[in-house]
Nanobody, 125 residues
């Protein structure tokens, strides 16, 4: 059974850091494009970062570029999102997803096949 499980969310002050983890089971994350998305109350889910299956090319939304880093640990079948210099506007539920058909970067929500349950990130001012 394919499953993604996020962890690492929490409450942090503005300027702080968190590292989110997306652990896979039932399939190998290394061979799939993995994306981190977030959804704030009353807003649509938006892409934050993505790492491709083919060559681990990365993509970042402009709002997080320079502050967030997406990476893989293939031995642990896990993808991470390191979030530094957090701002109150980063507050959202963060989800990881897998696009099993993409060869490169995938930023389109509807193309993702599997999702985790989400982890809450709250940044206080």
């Amino acid at each position: 059974q394919v499953q993604l499980v996020e962890s690492g969310g929490g409450l942090v002050q503005s300027g702080g850091s968190l590292r989110l983890s997306c652990a896979g089971s039932g399939f190998t994350l290394e061979y799939n494009t993995i994306g981190w998305f977030r959804q704030a109350p009353g807003k649509d889910r938006e892409v934050v970062a993505c790492i491709s299956s083919s060559d681990s090319t990365t993509y970042y939304a402009d709002s997080v570029k320079g502050r967030f880093t997406i990476s893989r640990d293939n031995a642990k079948n896990t993808v991470y999102l390191q979030m530094n210099s957090l701002k109150p506007e980063d507050t959202a539920v963060y989800y990881c997803g897998a696009d099993i058909e993409a060869m490169g970067i995938s930023m389109i929500l509807d193309e993702y096949n599997y999702w985790g349950q989400g982890t809450q990130v709250t940044v206080s001012s």
